[in-house]
């Protein structure tokens, strides 16, 4: 069967694998937004690295903090900066749980390397949340 034979109600919601609802509070979210979540999270490392190499750029120092910005926040809160501004947060294996340090840790070393996040399944989940069976949600 063609992709243009699939009668809308036939396919499979967004994150219905994965046993979310496919809209609202818990769905995954959208490309979009975990896009503007990651730039938000990357200017905010990127000002606070400033904050101690000034009046020199930070280079490098911005992705260790951002690395370790994100681990943080991930193993504390399931929620970065970013994530928080935009309604989002980390969906953990067993909800009500808090994401174990390893977890936060593999994810966010993924993510900085950024192609295993564009590396996307047909949920649109990216290969760092796939190797740590997480997922980015909606939160509100």
């Known amino acids: ?29 959208p490309f979009g937004r975990r896009v503007g979540q990651y730039l938000i999270d990357a200017v905010v490392s990127g000002l606070v690295a400033a904050l101690f190499t000034a009046p020199e750029a930070p280079r490098l120092w911005s992705l260790l903090t951002f690395g370790v910005m994100t681990v943080v926040f991930l193993a504390l809160a399931g929620q970065t900066p970013g994530m928080r501004l935009l309604g989002l947060r980390l ?5 009500g749980q808090r ?41 509100r």
């Open 99 to 139: 994401l174990a340090l390893w977890r936060a840790v593999v994810r966010t070393g993924l993510l900085v390397l950024l192609l295993p996040a564009l590396v996307v399944d047909s949920d649109g989940r990216g290969l760092h949340d796939r190797l740590t069976d997480t997922a980015v949600v909606l939160d």
């Open 91 to 95: 969906a953990h294996p067993q909800p």
């Open 1 to 29: 069967m063609t992709r243009d034979d699939v009668q809308p109600s036939q396919e499979r919601a967004r994150g219905a694998a994965l046993g979310l609802p496919a809209t609202g509070p818990g769905s995954l979210a």
